[in-house]
């Protein structure tokens, strides 16, 4: 089984910038999707964008035109590159990948937005 862990998370001020990572521990192709879900305090778990083996991408609603999705295969890293960042995207940032054995999760990143 694939382990991901991600990284980029921090404090950062609305109209700013992060980019996050997933990294995998093993081949990245051993996922056929791979996501970025995010929970906010009190909230439940939401998915935020993802990205299929064959490159196809969505991206809910209140990311759309900010955020991107992309994957570096050479690199076995998953990035979500966000822009012009505000206060509702604070929240703990995970990352995911559905294999044919299963799903396996990072244990997240944590971004904030300060206004």
């Known amino acids: 089984q694939v382990q991901l862990v991600e990284s980029g998370g921090g404090l950062v001020q609305a109209g700013g910038s992060l980019r996050l990572s997933c990294a995998a521990s093993?081949?990245?192709?051993?996922?056929?999707?791979m996501s970025w879900y995010r929970q906010a305090s009190e909230k439940q778990r939401e998915s935020v964008a993802s990205i299929t083996s064959g490159g196809s991408t969505d991206y809910r609603d209140s990311v759309k035109g900010r955020f991107t999705i992309d994957i570096d295969n050479a690199k076995n890293t998953m990035y979500l590159q966000m822009n012009i960042l505000k206060p509702e995207d604070t929240a703990v940032y995970y990352c995911e990948g559905e294999a044919a054995w299963g799903r396996s999760w990072g244990p997240g990143t944590q971004v904030t937005v300060s206004s």
């Open positions: 093993g081949s990245i192709f051993s996922f056929y999707r």
